[in-house]
């Protein structure tokens, strides 16, 4: 089976910098997706796109409010997506998740349009 895996959470204070992987694998071989999404759920809050970007052409989505503070990429050559994530706010205090292989590759995509999950990290930034 797929298996996506994120690495990269922590803690920091209000202001600080954290670095989000993604790696999405399977039964020995590497997996490719052409949409590779971070998504991002607070306690009781619903689930939200943070950022998508289409592989293939490198076109990245991101939501408004992590514009201009958060960055995602990606390294062919590791098979990763990262998550570059600066000025961190409290409120950006949420378990991210990374999601794989979509049919539309947009923020804000619904969850059920990605097949392949990952277990979460944590992000906790205090102020």
């Known amino acids: 089976q797929v298996h996506v895996v994120e690495s990269g959470g922590g803690s920091v204070q209000a202001g600080g910098s954290l670095r989000l992987s993604c790696v999405a694998s399977g039964s020995g071989h590497t997996y490719y997706s052409n949409c590779m999404s971070w998504f991002r759920q607070a306690p009781g809050k619903e689930r939200e796109g943070v950022a998508a970007i289409y592989t293939p052409g490198g076109t990245t989505y991101y939501h408004n409010s992590v514009k201009g503070r958060f960055t995602i990429s990606q390294d062919n050559a590791k098979n990763t997506v990262y998550l570059q994530m600066n000025n961190l706010k409290p409120e950006d205090t949420a378990m991210y998740y990374c999601?794989?292989?979509?049919?539309?590759?947009?923020?804000?995509?619904?969850?059920?349009?990605?097949?392949?999950w990952g277990e979460g990290t944590q992000v906790t930034v205090s102020s």
């Open positions: 999601a794989a292989d979509s049919d539309y590759c947009y923020v804000g995509a619904p969850e059920s349009d990605f097949r392949y």
